[in-house]
């Protein structure tokens, strides 16, 4: 198929960018790398009435480290995030989790907002965000705007952003523990697809080689990526030992509602979610160098 009738705008700038949303509001969608948008409009999933395309607007996709965070630009290219000299020599979880993001030609165009934009429960980069703790940062005539990730997704393709706000740059805390590790890992019925269910983990240790703050955020297995909360309260202060990532993966299994679809049952959704969370624990505890983390 074909997309419907559409007009079709590209701003030089975030101003011009932010009047054209304020003009057409829900009517308008942003256009970024397009990997997610372009195929929604040709199955007219989406029908939009205009497509105002960022891609010419200066400074969205550039990437900085200040004040203590990284921030990330809404159309840096995904395949940034795998180059040695990216992002991700201060933010690993991100390079860990880059690798599963669909395939080298969709990383290529796709972006790190548009990702967060599109808001699929499936994704990599929304869960990895959750679990890093980002704030994302939103434009719009009334001004700035930063959102808590853990507030950003509302629910499945649906944010927190307003119907003319443009998402223009990440901020994610760069991690200042000595011992600090992180994983990520996800079945998925191909390489480069969806996840059936994917574990976002990030591990601060303790001197005494106990684990001092974990982390955990799942996509795949609910209308949003999913936070949590109880299994990291488990492992705060805990030995990093397979007795407590196991107790940590039932808490997990607790947590979540997991939907069936065409690749797999609720059923297997909940089965697989505490293996995931073991053995991303137990890479990330290793990753740490806490005591332990073997036992697993």
Same mark, same amino acid.
């Given at each position: 198929m074909k997309p419907a009738p559409f007009r079709y705008a590209a701003p030089d700038t975030l101003d011009e960018a932010i009047a054209l949303s304020d003009r057409f509001g829900d009517s308008a969608r942003m256009l970024a790398g397009g990997q997610s948008l372009l195929a929604m409009m040709n199955l007219r999933i989406v029908r939009p009435e205009v497509v105002i395309d960022l891609n010419r607007v200066p400074g969205?996709?550039?990437?900085?480290?200040?004040?203590?965070?990284?921030? @990330?630009?809404?159309?840096? /290219?995904?395949?940034?995030?795998?180059?040695?000299?990216g992002p991700t020599g201060a933010l690993p979880l991100l390079g860990a989790a880059i690798r599963h993001v669909g395939h080298r030609a969709t990383r290529s165009r796709g972006t790190v907002g548009g990702s967060l934009a599109h808001a699929d429960p499936a994704a990599e980069l929304p869960a990895c965000m959750?679990?890093?703790?980002?704030?994302?940062?939103?434009?719009?005539? %009334?001004?700035? /705007?930063? @959102?808590?990730?853990?507030?950003?997704?509302?629910?499945?393709?649906?944010?927190?952003?307003?119907?003319?706000?443009?998402?223009?740059? @990440?901020?994610?805390?760069?991690?200042?523990?000595d011992r600090y590790g992180c994983s990520f890992i996800e079945i998925a019925r191909r390489h480069g697809d969806f996840a059936v269910a994917a574990i976002a983990c990030v591990v601060?240790?303790? %001197?005494?080689? /106990? @684990?001092?703050?974990?982390?955990?955020?799942?996509?795949?297995?609910?209308?949003?990526?999913?936070?949590?909360?109880?299994?990291?309260?488990?492992?705060?202060?805990a030995d990093p030992t397979g007795e407590a990532f196991a107790e940590a993966g039932r808490a997990a299994m607790r947590a979540i509602d997991p939907p069936s679809d065409l690749h797999a049952t609720a059923e297997y959704r909940r089965a697989v979610a505490p293996v995931l969370v073991e053995r991303a624990l137990a890479e990330a505890? /290793?990753?740490?160098?806490?005591?332990?983390?073997?036992?697993?």
């Amino acid at each position: 198929m074909k997309p419907a009738p559409f007009r079709y705008a590209a701003p030089d700038t975030l101003d011009e960018a932010i009047a054209l949303s304020d003009r057409f509001g829900d009517s308008a969608r942003m256009l970024a790398g397009g990997q997610s948008l372009l195929a929604m409009m040709n199955l007219r999933i989406v029908r939009p009435e205009v497509v105002i395309d960022l891609n010419r607007v200066p400074g969205l996709a550039a990437w900085r480290q200040l004040d203590g965070s990284l921030r @990330i630009g809404a159309m840096l /290219r995904q395949q940034v995030l795998e180059t040695p000299d990216g992002p991700t020599g201060a933010l690993p979880l991100l390079g860990a989790a880059i690798r599963h993001v669909g395939h080298r030609a969709t990383r290529s165009r796709g972006t790190v907002g548009g990702s967060l934009a599109h808001a699929d429960p499936a994704a990599e980069l929304p869960a990895c965000m959750l679990a890093l703790d980002a704030e994302i940062v939103a434009q719009s005539s %009334a001004g700035e /705007r930063t @959102i808590p990730a853990a507030a950003f997704f509302r629910d499945t393709f649906t944010t927190a952003l307003s119907e003319t706000e443009i998402l223009c740059e @990440i901020r994610v805390p760069v991690p200042s523990a000595d011992r600090y590790g992180c994983s990520f890992i996800e079945i998925a019925r191909r390489h480069g697809d969806f996840a059936v269910a994917a574990i976002a983990c990030v591990v601060e240790g303790r %001197a005494d080689g /106990r @684990i001092g703050v974990a982390k955990l955020a799942m996509a795949g297995v609910g209308p949003v990526p999913l936070r949590l909360a109880e299994a990291e309260l488990v492992l705060a202060g805990a030995d990093p030992t397979g007795e407590a990532f196991a107790e940590a993966g039932r808490a997990a299994m607790r947590a979540i509602d997991p939907p069936s679809d065409l690749h797999a049952t609720a059923e297997y959704r909940r089965a697989v979610a505490p293996v995931l969370v073991e053995r991303a624990l137990a890479e990330a505890c /290793r990753a740490a160098s806490l005591e332990g983390a073997g036992d697993a």
